[in-house]
Structure formats: structure tokens, C-alpha cells
């Protein structure tokens, strides 16, 4: 039987007899194996005349992290004319680390080696690679022997543009690095200043903080704005004092960067009313990103005594800053807030996104107006505020709403015809007012507007002033505008909303959502039923016990092609060896991801119904697997390999192999995956013994792909 020492050797005698895709892949595989008894036959390819061989041994000597490795590699840096593999060995160095390989790379980073060539344009020098790598090095090694190479770097007017990756170097390095940084910091130039101010955010040394503190202060926006947010960074709560009267900076790209730098770094409860009563003013700044951003920041202080402040941001011209406003005060749980909101979401011709963010506010401020805002929000001519509406009314546990869209109760204004359209007002206002209890706002709109669901209506109610009627009256004339300028086309806003519906209610394990989705199972409409059942899925996936005693219905449907996919992965979830019978017929589908998802169903039930799947159904499914393991779709074959080794099936072991050599070995990793959860003493000696036998090297890289996933012991530690 083999082992990995066997696999290893065989390996290491690949990489001699062996073509060049055998070398690269045999050397490839021995440096993911970690084996330090490879090292001399890597070092063998690092001189390999084929250049891959060549790059293939360096990565590979760097996975292993052998310091052994050190001197031919340095070897090869020295003596190799190729400045690929030149490129490769420095990198493989500065992964080795060590301070043996300080000098080399000091060297490289310092200058040219005599011996490197420009390519044939004359337009690029393989040492700038070279350098660059190095220079990575020098920095994650800490070297502070690198430093005035590095400075010389940047001071080197002929030299390559890698500025950031040298300041990065230094500021990791620290010291006469990070002082050399500060020193850019103040007397560089704009570009300099604020690339230094960027790479002393990885420097926490305390004259770093200082010099990006008094950078606070650069004529520069730019090296401002990156000062204050390298502060932030670094978490230099100290500097909140000095940081917060930035807030009056006359640039407001200052002042933005300030109100979410302070806001994130004063994290008590003492700077609470601080925060508080510099934000105040920013409320009513001139500039719309600024109010914004003063809106975001107050989220989490609870900013009650500024309300009245706020509220007034609703009537703000930028719409950033009113969704801004409308969310805070949703937060805040401030019932003022409904007749705005329902100004805005009864302007169809409004900003979409603002009108999704009102939807969302109330949401979160979930009263008693806020369900039949969103109810009527619900038929709203944007599709992404009709989801944006639902997914509210889902966050207010109002599932009976979604519920009711889901059935199609939720009504929605046919389209009315403009030539009559004045008969109707005036036979409207010639029609006696049934005298009823006063109405509260949103079923005066629905009223006005179209027939209403059925919905249970709260027992809240409240009298309807003139400025309610005017927006009332504003609402009904933007929605008849709306239904002219957005007359059906291809979108069928009453199909749209039950499918949203259908789609939302996945998101909950209310009793009441589940039974009306087992419902829809049944609906005309394909579509509807298709989703019910993917809603249905993610219900089970989160709470299979929510449906599980629904598995029959789910039995029953399996034979609509058109719900087939959803149903076998509810199925799968439901861990139930009843459904197994019907996930075997599934087997005989053509659709591929109907295939893949019933093998994954079936693995899933299996190991914990043992006794209760029956030996037949045990052999039909092995047989279904085994047959499958010919499919062309390469996605198939994975799954059915991986199926077969969870059930321990040795006796497919050949025809698992034989399926990893189909589509170019598209799938040859995953069916080595496979095999070692099938067995792997077997399968590494079957492989080893085909990869004696097989003619072209591109089979033996598939091979030496399944023994590497067979052995894998790490991934590459880079």
C-alpha cells in the first residue's frame, strides 16, 4: 500500500525522468506536500533549463520554509540569466526569511545586479521586479539596515514609481524609517506629504501620531483629510479633543472626514453630550454631504434634544440628507415624522432611493400609521420600493400584509381611462358620505384612492386635519400622473408584487407565512409556485422542524420540472428518509443543477437514516451514482464522486479515478478531494500505478493533482 513517503519519492524521481509538465507540477505538488526530503530535487529544478521548471522549484522551496533551501537558491540568483526566475528566487527568499537572506536582499533593493538584460522594447528591466519584492521583504522583516537604501529609493529621481510600497516599508520597519516618513510628511510635496501621512497609519509609535496630528493643519485638503483618517486608524482616541475642531474646517470634505472620524473614535458614554453639542450646528451646514454625514453620526447618541433640529432636515434639498433625517428619526421612534414620510413615498415621480429609504424608516419606526403607509407603499410604480416596502412590513412582524400581497388582496389601481376621468370626480363628489368613525391617515389615502384589501384594520384612529387632506389630495394626483406616465408594459405591477411577496416571506418562520406558502405550492402561476418552494427551502434551511410536516406536499411537487430544483433541496433539509424514494427518481433528470442538488440531498439524508434508507434503495442509488459518474457536466461527476466516497463505496474507486481524466481535467483536484475521504492507501497506490502506465504528461499532472489533494498536509503559506 502506498504512503505519502512513497508519493514523495515518486514525485522526487518525476522531477528527473520526467517531461517539463511533469518537473513543474511534481515540483508544484512537493512544495504543497511540506516535505523537507524534497529539497534536493528542487533544488535539481531550480537549475532546471526550462525557466517554469525553474519558478516552479523556487515557490515550491518557499512553501516549504526550509532555511536549507537558502544557498542554491541564492545560487541561482547569482548565476541564473533568466530574470524570471531571478524574480521568483528573491520572492522565495524574503518568504524564507532568516538573516541569512538580509544581505542578498539589501543588495538587490540597492541596485542592479551587472548581469540583467532589458527586454527587447528596452521599456522594462526584470530587476525592477526584482527590487520590488525585495523592498516588500526588507519591510515585513523588519530590517532596519534597509532604511537608508530605501530613502535613497525615493530620493532617486531616475528611479520606478513604487514610492507607497517603500513608505509602507519604512513605517513597518520604524525608527529612522518612521522619522524619515514625518520628515516627508512635513516638508515634502502635496503628493509626498499625503502619501507618507497614508503609510504612517501602519506605524503606531507615538512621534508617528504627533507629526499626523499637526498634519491636521496641512494647507492641503488632501494631506488633511489622509492625516485624520490614518488617525482613525490607528484609534488615536487621545487626539478626539484636537480632531473635533475640525468640524469648523472651511473645507467640507474636512469637515465630513472629522464628524466620522470623531464620532468613531469617542466610544463612551462621557463623550456622549460632547459629541452632542458639536454636532448641533452641523445640522444646518452649508454644505449636503456634511448634514448628511452629522445625520449618520448621530444614530448612536440618541440625540433627543436635538429632534426639532432634525426634523427640520426633512424639508433639506439634498435627498441624502432627508433619507438621512428619515432614518434617524425612525430610530429615534419619532411619530411626527408619518405625514412627511407619506409625502414622499406618495411622489411616484420622487427619487427612487429616497422613497426606499423612507419605506425602510418606517420600518424601523413600526407604529400604527406604519402599516398602512406600507401597505399602500406596497403598490408603489418602482419595483425596488415595493420590495424595499415589504421587507418593512416583514421587520414589523406584520407577515399578515405580505401574506395577503402573497394571495393577490392587495389591490392595485387599474389604469384609468382620461376621457371619463372627470365624469368619475364629478359622480365622486355627487355620491352620499356614509357617516362613519373618523379615518386614520393611511386609510383616508386608500380610500381615496383604490379598494382596499380585506386587512384587519387597527383599532387606532385619528381625526383628519387640512394639511393630512392636502397631502392626501397631492397623493391621489401623482398617482393618476403616475398611472399615465407608467401606463403596463412589460411589467405587471400586481404579478410583481406576489412575486416579491412569495419571495419575502422566506425570510420568515411565522407559522401563518409557512402555511401560505404551502398554499402557493398549488397557484396557477409557475412562477409563483417555483418561489414558494425556494422560500419554502429557506425556511427549512434556517428551521427544518418549521416544515417538516409539510415533506408530502414537497413529495407531491417533486414531479413539476419547474419546482423539481427547490423541492429536492427542501427535501435534503428535511433529513427525512422518506423523501428518499423520490430523490432516486430525480436522478433520472437531465437538468444538471437538479442532478447535483438531489446527490447532495440524498448524501445528506443518508448517514443519519442508515437504518431506515433499505438496502434496495441503498443499491439503486449507488448504481444511479455510479452511472452518473460519466455525465459530461463536470459538476456532476464532482457530485456523485463525493457522494460515493461519504458512503464508502471502494468498489467505484476505479471508475471515481477514471472520471477525473474527463473535460481536461477539469475536476481532477475535487475527485482527489474524493478519494481521500474514500480511502487513501487505496487510491494513492492505484494512482501511483497509472502514473507509471499512462502515456502523456498531461494525465500524470492530473494524477499528481489527485495525490496532492490526497496528502495535503497545508496550503501555501503565501
Not at 553 to 577: E, K, W, Y
Amino acid at each position: 500500500m502506498a504512503n505519502k513517503k512513497t508519493v514523495i519519492e515518486t514525485l522526487c524521481s518525476l522531477t528527473t525522468t520526467g517531461d517539463e509538465v511533469d518537473r513543474c507540477y511534481a515540483s508544484r505538488a512537493l512544495g504543497v506536500l511540506g516535505d523537507a526530503n524534497a529539497i534536493p530535487s528542487l533544488v535539481q529544478c531550480l537549475r532546471d533549463e526550462d525557466v517554469d521548471v525553474s519558478m516552479e522549484a523556487a515557490d515550491a522551496l518557499a512553501n516549504l520554509g526550509n532555511s536549507a533551501a537558502i544557498p542554491p537558491l541564492l545560487d541561482s540568483l547569482k548565476h541564473d540569466p533568466n530574470g524570471e526566475v531571478k524574480i521568483s528566487v528573491v520572492d522565495s527568499l524574503g518568504k524564507i526569511g532568516g538573516n541569512e537572506v538580509i544581505p542578498p536582499l539589501l543588495e538587490i533593493a540597492k541596485s542592479c545586479p551587472e548581469d540583467m538584460a532589458w527586454d527587447d522594447s528596452g521599456d522594462w528591466n526584470d530587476w525592477w521586479d526584482m527590487q520590488l519584492k525585495a523592498v516588500e521583504a526588507l519591510g515585513r522583516m523588519r530590517v532596519h539596515d534597509a532604511v537608508p537604501i530605501l530613502t535613497a529609493i525615493l530620493e532617486d529621481e531616475e528611479s520606478q514609481d513604487i514610492e507607497s510600497e517603500v513608505l509602507k516599508a519604512l513605517a513597518l520597519i520604524g525608527g529612522d524609517g518612521e522619522a524619515f516618513i514625518i520628515k516627508r510628511l512635513v516638508n515634502g510635496s502635496a503628493r509626498e506629504r499625503r502619501r507618507a501621512a497614508i503609510a504612517l497609519s501602519l506605524s503606531n509609535g507615538i512621534k508617528a501620531r504627533k507629526a499626523l496630528a499637526r498634519a491636521l493643519i496641512d494647507e492641503q485638503i488632501e494631506v488633511r483629510v489622509a492625516a485624520i483618517r490614518a488617525l482613525e486608524k490607528l484609534e488615536a482616541s487621545e487626539y478626539l479633543d484636537i480632531i473635533l475642531r475640525f468640524l469648523n474646517d472651511s473645507n467640507p470634505e474636512m469637515r465630513t472626514a472629522a464628524i466620522e472620524v470623531s464620532t468613531n473614535l469617542s466610544n463612551t458614554s462621557d463623550n456622549t453630550q460632547i459629541m452632542l453639542d458639536k454636532l448641533a450646528p452641523l445640522l444646518s451646514d452649508s454644505n449636503p454631504a456634511v448634514r448628511a454625514a452629522t445625520l449618520i453620526a448621530l444614530k448612536n447618541l440618541k440625540p433627543l434634544p436635538l429632534l426639532e433640529q432634525i426634523r427640520e432636515c426633512l424639508t433639506d434639498s439634498d435627498n441624502t440628507v432627508i433619507s438621512a433625517a428619515c432614518v434617524l428619526l425612525a430610530h429615534l421612534g419619532d411619530e411626527k415624522v408619518l405625514i412627511t414620510l407619506l409625502q414622499i413615498l406618495s411622489d411616484q415621480k420622487g427619487d427612487i432611493n429616497l422613497r426606499i429609504q423612507v419605506a425602510t424608516a418606517l420600518g424601523i419606526l413600526g407604529n400604527i400609521e406604519a402599516e398602512q403607509i406600507l401597505t399602500w407603499a406596497i403598490k408603489d410604480k418602482a419595483q425596488p420600493v415595493r420590495l424595499a416596502a415589504l421587507n418593512a412590513l416583514m421587520q414589523l412582524d406584520l407577515h399578515h400584509v405580505v401574506i395577503a400581497a402573497l394571495k393577490g388582496e392587495i389591490a392595485v389601481t387599474p389604469k384609468k381611462d382620461t376621457q371619463n376621468k372627470t365624469d368619475r370626480i364629478e359622480e365622486k363628489k355627487e355620491t352620499p358620505q356614509i357617516e362613519k368613525p373618523p379615518m386614520s391617515t393611511l386609510e383616508a389615502v386608500t380610500m381615496d384612492n383604490m379598494d382596499t384589501t380585506e386587512l384587519p384594520k387597527n383599532p387606532k384612529e385619528e381625526e383628519n386635519s387640512e394639511e393630512i387632506q392636502e397631502y392626501i389630495n397631492i397623493a391621489q394626483e401623482n398617482i393618476e400622473q403616475g398611472e399615465r406616465l407608467f401606463v403596463q408594459k412589460k411589467l405587471d405591477v400586481a404579478t410583481d408584487i406576489r412575486q416579491l411577496s412569495v419571495r419575502i416571506l422566506g425570510d420568515s418562520d411565522n407559522e401563518q407565512a409557512v402555511k401560505a406558502l404551502i398554499v402557493a405550492l398549488d397557484y396557477d402561476d409557475p412562477i409563483l409556485r417555483q418561489e414558494a418552494a425556494n422560500s419554502l427551502g429557506q425556511i427549512a434551511n434556517r428551521s427544518p422542524e418549521k416544515v417538516a410536516n409539510y415533506l408530502d406536499s414537497f413529495v407531491s411537487h417533486i414531479n413539476d420540472p419547474q419546482m423539481r430544483l427547490a423541492c429536492s433541496h427542501t427535501l435534503g433539509l428535511l433529513n427525512n428518509s422518506a423523501a428518499i424514494p423520490a430523490l432516486i427518481d430525480c436522478l433520472q433528470d437531465k437538468d444538471t443543477s437538479v442532478l447535483v442538488q438531489t446527490i447532495q440531498s440524498i448524501i445528506a439524508i443518508i448517514p443519519t437514516n442508515d437504518e431506515k434508507t433499505t438496502p434496495d434503495e441503498i443499491n439503486a442509488i449507488i448504481a444511479q451514482l455510479i452511472n452518473l459518474l460519466h455525465n459530461p457536466q463536470a459538476s456532476v461527476r464532482k457530485a456523485a464522486a463525493s457522494a460515493l466516497a461519504k458512503l464508502g463505496y471502494t468498489e467505484a474507486l476505479d471508475s471515481i479515478i477514471d472520471a477525473a481524466f474527463a473535460n481536461q481535467g477539469a475536476i481532477a483536484r475535487d475527485i482527489g478531494k474524493a478519494l481521500r475521504i474514500l480511502d487513501i492507501e487505496q487510491s494513492s497506490t492505484k494512482l501511483l500505478k497509472l502514473l507509471e502506465s499512462v502515456a502523456e504528461s498531461n494525465q500524470r499532472r492530473f494524477i499528481i493533482e489527485m495525490l496532492e489533494e490526497i496528502f495535503l498536509t497545508k496550503k501555501a503559506k503565501f
